[in-house]
């Protein structure tokens, strides 16, 4: 079965500094698409960065990077510059071409002001 | 900008009902997902729809159906509902054509089976 793993059930951060979340996941296909989600208290699923795993370059988004070793099968997330508006739920996926996305547990990280 | 919309929610209903979770997407998506999300859990794929009149089984189809009469619409059944059902559910939606495209979640349903 594909599986994601999310190995840090909890983080936390203190404002303005760095913090990064851990993501494995298990697939023996070569062409696929990696996701990180977001969850805040509202509920709502937001997506926060997105990879072509045939990109070699570590997609980014403002504050938001990945590091992405796809010979580790490994995608973590890098929040730069923590803002407390980042407290939420994050969840890292995969997709292989149109299938559905499989979903890691999540990261619940806390914001320390 | 993409818009999925859940019918409820919250939702309160006792064993033994039968539920309906209504989905409603405004982007002419061919693809459209149910998923579960329990504490400790994550997303868990519950049934998901290619197109009209098409639908898949996912990871933990037991004790849900689903509906898809029109593209727009994708509707979640619990025939019988169970306490172990108490959940919150999200709806999703994607294009066909393009598989970097990200989900489009609704706000999520949180049920409550007494």
């Known amino acids: 079965a594909q599986t994601v793993t999310q190995s840090q059930p909890e983080m936390s951060v203190q404002e303005a500094e760095t913090v990064t979340l851990s993501c494995t996941y298990d697939?023996?296909?070569?062409?696929?698409?990696l996701f990180w989600y977001k969850q805040p208290p509202s509920r709502q699923m937001i997506l926060v960065i997105r990879?072509?795993?045939?990109?070699?370059q570590n997609a980014t988004e403002n504050r938001f990077s990945v590091n992405f070793q796809k010979a580790a099968k490994s995608f973590s997330l890098k929040i730069s510059d923590s803002q407390l508006g980042d407290a939420a739920m994050y969840f890292c996926?995969?997709?292989?071409?149109?299938?559905?996305?499989?979903f890691g547990k999540g990261t619940r990280l806390s914001v320390i002001a | 900008d993409v818009k999925v919309t859940q019918s409820s929610r919250y939702l309160v209903k006792r064993t033994g009902e039968k539920v309906f979770l209504e989905c409603v997407q405004d982007?002419?998506?061919?693809?459209m997902f149910w998923y579960r999300q329990d504490p400790g859990l994550g997303l868990r794929l519950i049934y998901f729809?290619?197109?009209?009149?098409?639908?898949e089984k996912g990871d933990i189809p037991e004790g849900y159906s689903v509906s898809r009469e029109k593209k727009e619409r994708f509707s979640l059944i619990l025939e019988s509902a169970s306490t172990n059902q108490t959940s919150m559910y999200l709806c999703?939606?994607?294009?066909?054509?393009?598989?970097?495209?990200?989900?489009?979640f609704g706000n999520g349903t949180r049920l409550t089976v007494t």
């Open positions: 697939t023996s296909e070569s062409d696929y698409y």
């Open positions: 729809s290619y197109d009209v009149k098409m639908k």
């Open positions: 996926a995969y997709r292989i071409g149109n299938t559905p996305l499989v």
């Open positions: 982007m002419d998506h061919e693809n």
């Open positions: 990879q072509e795993a045939y990109k070699q």
């Open positions: 999703a939606s994607s294009p066909t054509d393009e598989h970097n495209s990200p989900l489009h």
